[in-house]
Nanobody, 124 residues
């Protein structure tokens, strides 16, 4: 059974930092890209960042460039999203997901597997 388990969400003040983690299991993900999406109340789920597990190439949406960093730990089979300089508009449920569609990594419908989500709240 494939599972993606997220952790690391919480409440932080504006300007603070959080690190999210995603631990996939149940199959080999070396040929996948791992992505992070977020969904705020009343809004559509949006792409945040992705990393290709094989070569480590990364992708970001413009609002988080320079503030968020996605990385992978091959030894621990874990993907991280380091979030710095957080803003109230970053408040959302953050989801980890996996896709084999490298050409459309920003599209939620291309992702095969999803985690349950972790809440990130940034207070002003």
């Amino acid at each position: 059974q494939v599972q993606l388990v997220e952790s690391g969400g919480g409440l932080v003040q504006a300007g603070g930092s959080l690190r999210l983690s995603c631990a996939p299991s149940g199959r080999t993900f070396s040929s996948y890209a791992m992505g992070w999406f977020r969904q705020a109340p009343g809004k559509e789920r949006e792409f945040v960042a992705a990393i290709r597990w094989g070569d480590g190439r990364t992708y970001y949406t413009d609002p988080v460039k320079g503030r968020f960093t996605i990385s992978r730990d091959n030894a621990k089979n874990t993907v991280h999203l380091q979030m710095n300089s957080l803003k109230p508009e970053d408040t959302a449920v953050y989801y980890c997901a996996a896709t084999r569609s490298f050409s459309r990594m920003t599209k939620a419908y291309e992702y095969e597997y999803w985690g349950q989500g972790t809440q990130v709240t940034v207070s002003s």
